[in-house]
Structures are given as C-alpha cells and as structure tokens.
C-alpha cells in the first residue's frame, strides 16, 4: 500500500492539483446565492470543466454523463465497472456549488485565484467540495493501475448542495434503477478534527434557513421626527428573535429545536475532549478574551453536533455605518440559518418557528417570514463488521493512524436522502475540513497531504468493499 500511496501521490500532484486549481477560479456559486446562474453559466463552466477531466482518467470502461432535470441544476454521474473479481456497489458523492466569497480575503488570496502556499491551497470551493472528484477518481485510477479489485462504482457530483440540495432528489429519481444494487454510500463532504487520520462522521446536524423581513413604514422617515413614535423595524426585531433564542445564553427556545443526545454520542465526545486536550478551544480565529460556550471540552464537542443554534447570516433594509443617516428605516430584513440536532425533524422545526414568529406582530408591524428548502440531520447506523475493520486499515494506510470518529455540526441533505432511500446500504461520510480550512468563510483552504492521504484511504476502502467475501457482506453490524 506504501507503493499506492506513492502512485496516488505522483499523480495528484501532477495531474489533479492542476486541474482542480483551474476548477477553483470558476464562480461557480450555488444557485440560492446566483438566481441568475443559468445566465451566468459559471456552472455550466464547471460540469464541463470536471466531466472532460473525469472522461480522461484511465479507468476501464468509465463512463461520464451529465444528467439535466428539468429546471433543476445539472449533475455529474459517472459509472465505472467492477475489476478484478470486486462485489457489491458503492456510490461515492461530493457537489461542485460554492459558497460566495463571504468577507474580505487575506493580502495575496482571492476567492477565484487559486494560491498555493506550501501545503496548503487557498481558494473559493478547494476543499468544499471541489477536491471530491478529484479524490474519488484518483483512488480508482489508482486501483485500475495496480489491478486492484473493486466493485462496480457510481459517482454523483451535485451542483445545488450549497443551497441545501433542493435538486438532489430529482438527480436520485433518475438514478433509481442504478441505485438499487447499491450497498456502500461514501459521502466526501464532511470535516475533521486534525490532519492526522481518517475522520468519520457520526452525525450531522439539520438546518432551516429562514428570511424574516419587519415592515414598519412605506420608506423611511427622519428619525428625529418619528423616533419615539414609530416603532423601530430593528427593535421588532428583537423582539421577535428573544421569542426563539435565549439572547443571554443562546440557547434556543423550543422544544421542536431540542433533543437529548445518546449516552454513546456523550461518552465518545468525553474521549475525544481527553485525547486531542478540548479540540475546539483552538479550533477557531476567535479574538482575544471571547469566551466560548459549553462547559468543557467534551461539552464543547457535544454543543457543536447536538444543540440548535441560530445564526444571523445576513442582513437587508441597514446601510453601511459609512452611509448611514439619521433615519428611522423603514424595514430591516434577516436571513436566520438555524442548526438542528440530528434526530429532529426538520420540517416541524422550521413550521414550529414560523409559526412563533409571525403570531401576534409586535407593535402590529408586517412580518414576513419566508423559509428554504430544510435540510434533515443524520445519524450513522453502526457500521458492519467489515466496514469497522476496513476503516481501521484504510486511516492506517493513508495516514498511519486509527481513524478518528466525531459528530459534524454542519449539514449534509444527501445522506439524510440517501438513508431513507437505502435502508440496507452502509454509509460512510468523511472528508478534510479540518483546522484553518474555513469553508464558507474566507481564505478557504485545501491541505494537500490530507487529500492525498484522504484519497489513498479511500482506495484502500474501496478495496475493501470489492473484495469481501460471502460471509463478511452477511455479517450483521
């Protein structure tokens, strides 16, 4: 396997890095942030750019397609036969949108320029979720040279991810018939605590996003003349936010936002906490003096994967502090991004909280309340008895290490689909968003080891599932 590592290696370097630098300065933004991306056509950019890479791997009998559902965005789906005797079929996943640049760079970096720096690359969707296909096709190019086996494997690069995969479904309908033999679900989208071993997610948060806009006037007024008598759209506001969050802790509100962690998921975030000394405590560019929440370590780990929370995401209706005047505004309009615990259903979440929003308007003021598609949490069924060991061997030959396994307090819709879907599969999502790779944020950036590593470890797991025999796909987890 040191010599797989070595090909794997080689061959990113020289092959991969590049074109995944090319696929960094496309903007291609995800369509809830790019209505107009038909137009813009940055994604039409990518899918072409990433499918004419894919059809040039040396992969016997690859094929590379591009599904259009009808008004939905497109997706790249490629299918790859087994060789060399490999059962079973696997589906891989990882998505090409992006998050829009978010904030002011650091001197040098620039959302669509990629940058190399050292090991590390900077640029808008590197590491989320560019490096993906580019992963998944290494391995199993990897494999192809070395006549490794391997089942038969099915691709799925999605360009709506970003907006909470309103588009997936229709891809997966599409891909029904296929699907149907499917037995190991790989998702490489998730994030890890370091950058030493293989993470594995056990969990994955939900979230509702929610535009909710205050009207109080036709425009705005001086606010020396009507402060103090029309009330503030801002102050409504508030008002409005302290009916699902407590201001003073955080905590949210509602009991359709809450839910009691497994005793398993608390004691393996105590271990965690203990081993890697409270990972979070420098996890994050937090300024100095700011406190975070939780009590310790292993609470921190458990907030960030099992508690709701709510986050001001953006704002409308409030100039820049440089252009403001004395004026009472005539609405002030939110975008809330709430995070749920990965066992609450995420539709009555959302329908829980509208409804507390919109009931009984502060002060008789307009409020509108307008949500996005909810994105359901994920809890990961235990692994059989094969997918165990082989995690243990595939973290062991692509980092040197055991595999590292933690909840996630982002959101990933496809394994929610996809385990509603196939019950019987086995699903596995991981991924390289570890310290400093800031994804969603700026300076966004890829370690190159750990996506080699990454994609040796894959190769290795592959192997594993394509090489099972009889009595191993029958034991039970």
Known sequence: MSSLYDLIEARFLT???????????????????????????????????LSAWAKARRIPGLSVEIQRPD???????????????????????????????LGDWAEGLDPFRAVRRDDRLYGRGGA?????????LGAIEALSATAAPHGRLLILIEASEESGSPD???HLDLLSTRLDAVDLVICLDSGALDYERLWVTTSLRGNIGITLEVAVLEHGIHSGEGGGVVPSSFRILRQLLDRIEDAETGEMLLDELSAQPPEHHLAAAAQLSTELHDPLASHFPTLSGVQLMGRDGADRLVRQSWSAA???????????????GNVLRASTCV????????????????DAVIAVLVTDPPSGATITATPETPAQGWVAPAPARWLADALDEASDVGFGHRPGFLGEGGSIPFLAELAKRLPQA?????????PGSNAHGPDEMLHIPTTIALTTALASLLTAHGGRSAAERAAQP
């Open 71 to 101: 008004d939905r965005s497109p997706a790249i789906v490629i299918d790859i036969p087994a060789a060399a005797g490999g059962l079973g079929t696997a589906l891989l996943y990882g998505h090409l949108d992006k998050q829009p640049p």
């Open 128 to 136: 989320d979720d560019g490096y993906a296909i580019f992963a998944a």
């Open 426 to 434: 086995q699903l596995v999502a991981t991924g390289l968003l570890g």
């Open 168 to 170: 997936l479904e229709a």
């Open 310 to 324: 709510l986050a001001v995401t953006g704002i409308d209706g409030a100039p820049s502090t440089d252009d403001a």
């Open 335 to 350: 975008k809330l991004s709430i995070r749920l615990p990965p066992n609450v259903d995420a539709v009555l979440a959302q």
């Open 15 to 49: 092959d991969a890095l590049p074109a995944l630098s090319s696929y960094i300065e496309i903007p291609c933004i995800s369509p809830s942030y790019d209505p107009e991306w038909r137009k813009t056509g940055a994604i039409e950019e990518a899918i072409e750019q």
